[in-house]
């Protein structure tokens, strides 16, 4: 049974910092290209980040020099880091895996930018 587990969502203030964990089990998890997206109220989920099975790296351009993705192939782990938080980074977060025709997603987590 695949499971991605997102945590570290919060209310944060804008200029702040989270970090998001997505803990994966029941895929080789090495295989698979990860991904966070993110859905906004009246919003298509978009892509936010994804980082290869090699580790390279895509962002959108909207959190490009603020947010970073990394992964721990060891603890089956993918992160979010997330600096200088805006208003409109407010969304649920999913972490998603990708492999050929494999294609599972987490429960999300919301993050909520506010003062």
């Known amino acids: 049974q695949v499971q991605l587990v997102e945590s570290g969502g919060g209310l944060v203030q804008p200029g702040g910092s989270l970090r998001l964990s997505c803990a994966a089990s029941g895929i080789t998890f090495s295989r698979y290209a990860m991904g966070w997206y993110r859905q906004a109220p009246g919003k298509e989920r978009e892509l936010v980040a994804r980082i290869s099975r090699h580790s390279s790296t895509d962002y959108a351009d909207s959190v490009k020099g603020r947010f970073t993705i990394s992964r721990d192939n060891a603890k089956n782990l993918v992160y979010l880091q997330m600096n200088s938080l805006k208003p409109e980074d407010t969304a649920v977060y999913y972490c998603?895996?990708?492999?050929?025709?494999?294609?599972?997603w987490g429960q999300g987590t919301q993050v909520t930018v506010s003062s």
């Open positions: 998603n895996a990708d492999f050929i025709m494999n294609r599972y």
